[in-house]
């Protein structure tokens, strides 16, 4: 499976915009870049994806860059609900999910 | 979407037990997914339960520790045999291919917390 990398923490101001890149120097042509995310005892949940182009949705967005070896998720205007742990992760449409470390997300008031 | 249950949400036990965990979705899906996730680590895949047919189980998972039925497309149960202290996790079944959904986005219960004493 093709590895993502991700800085292990950061942290934001409540209201600002967040960005959270991804590296994946290795990532095949079929592979779709997921981002997830798991709040407080509770299970993942999926954000967004994509292969080539940009994405958005009422979450987040998400910026793939031209060769694919990285991503970017960007959170408009973080709220104190958005503070989670965030997993990039590579994967073929049907394929189970391979989580690494992920970016835990601290969001102050 | 899909919403999906699990049962129990959380169990202590004693060690040489089995307990077996419940993952029920609302939606028939193509693809269900055990996952583990020990103590303050991340994800990891168990096994991928197959719906009428033996699950297949990731490198260092075996079917007579963890077996996984999958008799229809709405529901799966995976148990965990002989329990030791070790096998302190939670537990998470997640699924995809929602009918009338693409197959790209999976969906995660809420988990089983269990502790082994």
């Known amino acids: 499976d093709a590895k993502t990398t991700q800085p292990n923490s950061m942290e934001s101001n409540e209201e600002e915009p967040v960005h959270l890149p991804c590296n994946h120097s290795t990532i095949s042509g079929t592979d779709y870049i997921h981002w997830y995310r798991q709040l407080p005892s509770q299970g993942p949940e999926y954000v967004i994806h994509?292969?080539?182009s940009n994405v958005n949705n009422r979450m987040a967005s998400l910026a793939i860059a031209e060769d694919r070896k990285s991503s970017t998720l960007i959170l408009h205007r973080a709220t104190l609900r958005d503070a989670a742990v965030y997993y990039c992760?590579?994967?073929?449409?049907?394929?189970?999910?391979?989580f690494g470390k992920g970016t835990s997300l601290l969001v102050t008031p | 979407s899909a919403v999906i249950s699990q049962k129990p949400s959380r169990d202590i036990c004693q060690r040489g037990t089995s307990l077996t965990i419940q993952c029920q979705v609302d939606s028939q899906v193509t693809m269900m997914f055990w996952y583990r996730q020990q103590p303050g680590q991340s994800l990891t895949l168990i096994a991928t339960?197959?719906?009428?047919?033996?699950?297949?189980?990731e490198s260092g998972f075996v079917i007579d520790k963890f077996p996984i039925s999958r008799p229809n497309l709405t529901f799966s149960t995976l148990t965990v045999s002989n329990m030791s202290p070790e096998d302190s996790s939670i537990y998470l079944c997640?699924?995809?291919?929602?009918?009338?959904?693409?197959?790209?986005?999976?969906?995660f219960g809420p988990g089983t917390r269990l502790t082994v004493l």
């Open positions: 992760i590579l994967s073929n449409s049907g394929y189970a999910l391979n």
């Open positions: 994509g292969l080539t």
């Open positions: 339960a197959n719906q009428g047919s033996e699950a297949t189980y």
């Open positions: 997640s699924v995809g291919g929602v009918l009338g959904q693409g197959a790209d986005t999976q969906y």
